[in-house]
């Protein structure tokens, strides 16, 4: 990873086939990539996720028969992941926004 690269910090969940299939696995890799190189990463692939806090974001994984979401914040020193759902409804659940509110808070805390 070269130097100017920011670190992945993953709280909660990880991207592994199965349950994701390969091709959804390896575009989650390279849009993480891109964030990790500073991207500007925007619809259709991310959306901004403020009911879960400042410069928090969603990455939006077709996949399948399924659709997948990695919840990430973009920091000054990394990208941090607070968590990865496999959606079944069109709206994210509050259980799932809350769990990524407390993990960031932690996070915070440390």
């Known amino acids: 990873m070269p130097d100017d690269d920011k670190p992945l910090v993953w709280l909660h969940g990880e991207v592994k086939t199965p349950p994701l299939s390969t091709e959804a696995r390896r575009e989650a890799g390279f849009l993480l990539r891109g964030l990790q190189r500073g991207w500007k990463i ?3 692939h991310s959306r901004p996720m403020p009911s879960i806090g400042a ?8 996949d399948q028969g ?3 979401r990695i919840v990430y914040r973009l920091d000054p020193d990394a990208v941090v992941i607070a968590g990865v759902l ?3 409804t069109r709206s994210t659940p509050t259980t799932f926004i809350q769990a990524c509110r407390t993990r960031l808070a ?3 805390a440390i």
């Open 55 to 62: 410069a928090c974001h969603e990455l939006r994984i077709n």
């Open 86 to 88: 496999q959606k079944q």
């Open 66 to 68: 399924s659709t997948w």
């Open 42 to 44: 925007a619809m259709p």
């Open 106 to 108: 932690r996070y915070d």
